[in-house]
C-alpha cells in the first residue's frame, strides 16, 4: 500500500482525443479532472467505451498526464515526521498530501495548489544529514514540482 498522485491530461476537454467516444453521453470529466464513463446507463457499451478510452490520446486509457507514486506507508510517515517539525511551513502538504500514506479519492483543487507551490519553495530549504531521508525530501520536492507545473498547465486538480 502507499501513496500516489495523479494530473489527469485536458486532451478530452480541448478536443484532442483521436476519434470522439462512441457515445459521448456517457463520457464525463469527474472533480479528480480525470475522464470518467457512465457505466449504469442502460445502453452503455463498456466493451467500445473502454476501448475508447484505452486509445483516445497518449496519456493511457486514464489520462494520465503526470503520475507519481509518493511512497508506502512507512516512507510517507517518515516524510510527514520530518515535515512536521515545520508545521506552518507546510499546512498543504501536511494536511492535504502526507497526512496518511493511503488516501484516495481526494484531490487539490486549483486554490491549494497554488498554496502547495510556495510549499514546495519551503521544502527546498529542508535538509537532514542522514542521506536516506535527503534522498526522499528532494524526491518528494521534484515530485511535487513536476504535479504542480502540470496542474496549473492544464488548470486541473491533483488527485490522489
Not at 486509445?55 to 517518515?78: F, Y
Not at 498530501?97 to 510549499?119: F, K, N, P, R
Amino acid at each position: 500500500m502507499g501513496l500516489g498522485a495523479i494530473v489527469y491530461c485536458d486532451c478530452y476537454e480541448k478536443g484532442r482525443v483521436r476519434v470522439p467516444p462512441p457515445q459521448p453521453e456517457l463520457v464525463y470529466v469527474d472533480a479528480t479532472g480525470r475522464r470518467s464513463l457512465r457505466w449504469e446507463v442502460p445502453g452503455a457499451d463498456q466493451h467500445r467505451l473502454y476501448d475508447w478510452m484505452k486509445a483516445a490520446c497518449d496519456h493511457g486509457p486514464m489520462g494520465e498526464l503526470v503520475s507519481h507514486r509518493l511512497g508506502n506507508v512507512a516512507l510517507i510517515g517518515v516524510l510527514r515526521e520530518r515535515l512536521s517539525r515545520r508545521p506552518d511551513a507546510f499546512p498543504v502538504i501536511l494536511t492535504k498530501v502526507v497526512y496518511d500514506g493511503t488516501h484516495c479519492g481526494d484531490h487539490l483543487d486549483l486554490d491549494q495548489i497554488g498554496s502547495l507551490a510556495a510549499e514546495i519553495e519551503s521544502l527546498r530549504t529542508i535538509h537532514c544529514e542522514e542521506e536516506s531521508i535527503e534522498k526522499l525530501l528532494r524526491q518528494l520536492e521534484r515530485q511535487m514540482f513536476e504535479l504542480v507545473d502540470a496542474a496549473k498547465r492544464v488548470g486541473k486538480p491533483i488527485a490522489f
